[in-house]
């Protein structure tokens, strides 16, 4: 039973680096408007909108942290089972990390950084995010 749960934890926090990693590649791609097209800029809406996109996860995993220590310290005897986690955890993060430098482009092996890029551009493009430079 340990074994299956370090490997969701693990594949949990790798697939969450990928997705982040997503976000994060598309946020600093979109507006770049190639060889000769117009690069967009962020507006105040798309400032606040990726913000959070950027801090969802990061926070979210921050506040599974928090509440698991609390559960560690409600049951008094979880010390040795929480930094496990964390440990395994960090694992997830570097298998993340080193999978989207190999295979970061490859669409087809990489689906996570994929979805993570797709939802980044939707969200982008269909709230109107980005304008024209102001000359």
Not at 20 to 35: A, D, R, V, Y
Not at 108 to 135: E, K, V
Request: a positive charge; one cysteine or more.
């Amino acid at each position: 039973m340990k074994k299956k749960r370090y490997i969701i934890i693990i594949l949990c926090f790798a697939i969450l680096t990928l997705i982040e990693s997503g976000i994060l590649i598309e946020i600093m791609w979109h507006g770049w408007g190639g060889f000769g097209g117009v690069t967009l800029v962020y507006n105040e809406a798309g400032q606040n909108g990726t913000s959070v996109l950027l801090f969802f996860i990061p926070l979210s995993v921050l506040i599974a942290l928090f509440l698991r220590i609390a559960l560690c310290l409600k049951e008094r005897s979880g010390a040795k089972k929480l930094l496990t986690d964390c440990i395994y955890a960090f694992l997830g993060v570097g298998i993340g990390l080193l999978w989207n430098l190999l295979l970061g482009y490859y669409d087809i092996l990489n689906p996570c950084f994929l979805l993570g890029r797709r939802i980044t551009a939707f969200l982008i493009d269909h709230f109107d995010w980005m304008d024209l430079p102001i000359p």
